[in-house]
């Protein structure tokens, strides 16, 4: 017996040897929960982050707020870098050269806040004011994302015609809630990663920017080869996790480095 698709299943009949794809509604209800778990999550890696922190702090935590400043530049700069190729038309997600145009200005941004602590703070160890600012360049990306997820929640769960498309274009890819959640999760946890690392690492060795230029065009490359696979087959990608793997490397040499420093 076979049914209709998009037609409700009928609860007479035997469901041995065929699945149903969730309806519009299972997967709204799938992303809100998702969404609200993922607020709560992000939050906790904030607080771990800072927690873990603490066992290697400078004497002073206004380092964290030189990160923040510097954060929120990277934020802005992202913003007006999509509203510009938004309207020239051009997708930033698959084109090579704004990609490693965004991140020369972002590693560039990360310099300047590195010299910034120098000169403010010429005494502390620089392991110590490395890892503070980039905590500070972490945290404004994950409130960011926090706000995002909220609010993405929000409007899911108001009827709008945004939430609809929204929900059509899941539906008509084969994008499954929970493999979205996963990789919003991955994406945020690599930024802080990389972020904290970085920002270590250009802190103990100001040319060490080459290499974290290096790394960050890696992370989008990776991206830009994840974004030409099927929507479906995103998340079972191992390009997916490469920016994950990047950012883990780029903390772990950075804490290498200051342990030897």
Not at 15 to 22: F, K, L, N, Q, V
Not at 152 to 180: I, Q
Request: net charge positive.
């Amino acid at each position: 017996m076979t049914t209709t698709e998009g037609a409700p299943c009928c609860a007479d009949h035997d469901h041995t040897g065929h699945d149903h794809a969730p309806s519009g509604a299972d997967l709204v209800q799938g992303l809100i929960r998702g969404l609200s778990l993922l607020a709560l999550l992000i939050p906790v890696l904030a607080l771990a982050l800072v927690l873990a922190s603490l066992a290697a702090a400078p004497t002073t935590p206004l380092p964290l707020l030189v990160g923040l400043a510097v954060g929120g530049f990277q934020l802005l700069f992202t913003l007006i870098t999509s509203l510009v190729v938004t309207r020239m038309r051009v997708r930033l997600v698959v084109n090579p050269g704004l990609l490693a145009f965004r991140s020369g200005i972002e590693e560039a941004l990360r310099v300047g806040a590195v010299l910034l602590a120098y000169v403010l703070w010429p005494l502390e160890d620089r392991g110590p004011l490395g890892l503070w600012v980039g905590l500070g360049a972490a945290l404004a990306w994950l409130i960011v994302a926090t706000v995002q997820t909220i609010s993405t929640r929000r409007r899911l769960a108001t009827p709008s015609l945004w939430g609809k498309e929204a929900v059509a274009t899941l539906l008509t890819e084969r994008v499954s809630a929970r493999s979205t959640v996963l990789m919003r999760l991955i994406d945020v946890l690599a930024t802080a990663l990389f972020q904290i690392g970085a920002t270590m690492l250009v802190c103990l060795a100001p040319m060490m920017v080459i290499g974290t230029f290096v790394l960050s065009f890696a992370s989008s490359m990776a991206t830009l080869m994840l974004q030409r696979r099927s929507p479906a087959t995103r998340s079972r990608s191992a390009w997916a996790y490469a920016p994950l793997a990047l950012g883990a490397l780029t903390l772990a040499l950075a804490l290498l480095g200051m342990t030897t420093a």
